[in-house]
């Protein structure tokens, strides 16, 4: 079945690169989308760019200079770096599949930027 | 970027009643080449991760009961929940797949009154 699982550290210094993975199983990277998501605690939804099946990626405008979404294909994995972090970057983050719309969801990871 | 309008903020209702939330976008969401529009509908229940609802704003995700409707083309678009179960109490969320970057509605949170 369609999984996805997000990992990474929980604590990440300010001004430090956040570097998370999304590991999927059930499907094929080369033939369907993968985003990141991320919420902070309380708040709303924001879209934060993908990685297409073909390798082109998209970035959320705000984040676009902050941002790298990267993969491996061999090892089923799509790879999230944002550096320069800031408090306001804490948060869950989720990696999620899109058919259709985004229809497969990770758990979600929890991290937490702070000195 | 296009930018997602969505009200309430917040909702309360008793068990038993219809709500409806809103979700308007800035540009069209309407494909011309499949006559689709790329909006969706999430629920996310505290803790949990968002959950896919509706696509093409009227399409049922599988398992999805059939209280939950949507409706709207272009830029103006509606998710009903009739008949609101407790279980139904959670955060609602528009999103637009239609370009990039992709952008969420900002939420509107039901609640029991």
């Known amino acids: 079945q369609v999984q996805l699982k997000e990992s990474g550290p929980g604590l990440v210094q300010p001004s430090q690169t956040l570097s998370l993975t999304c590991t999927v199983s059930?499907?094929?990277?080369?033939?369907?989308?993968v985003h990141w998501v991320r919420q902070p605690p309380g708040k709303g939804l924001e879209w934060m760019g993908r990685?297409?099946?073909?390798?082109?990626?998209s970035y959320n405008s705000a984040l676009k200079s902050r941002l790298s979404i990267s993969r491996d294909t061999s090892k089923n994995q799509v790879f999230l770096k944002m550096n320069s972090l800031q408090t306001d970057d804490t948060g869950t983050y989720y990696c999620t599949r899109a058919h259709m719309a985004l229809d497969y969801w990770g758990q979600g990871v929890m991290v937490t930027v702070s000195s | 970027d296009i930018v997602m309008t969505q009200s309430p903020f917040s909702l309360a209702v008793s068990e038993g009643e219809m709500v409806t939330i809103n979700c308007k976008s800035s540009q069209s969401l309407l494909s011309s080449g499949n006559q689709k529009n790329y909006l969706a509908w999430y629920q996310q229940k505290p803790g949990q991760s968002p959950k896919l609802l509706i696509y093409?704003?009227?399409t049922r995700q599988s398992g999805v009961p059939d209280r939950f409707i949507g409706s709207g083309s272009g830029t103006d678009f509606t998710l009903t929940i009739s008949d609101v179960q407790a279980e139904d109490l959670a955060d609602y969320y528009c999103?637009?797949?239609?370009?990039?970057?992709?952008?969420f509605g900002a939420g509107t949170k039901l609640e029991l009154k």
């Open positions: 990685m297409r099946y073909n390798g082109d990626t």
């Open positions: 059930g499907f094929s990277l080369t033939s369907y989308n």
């Open positions: 999103l637009q797949h239609y370009s990039y970057p992709n952008t």
């Open positions: 093409y704003a009227s």
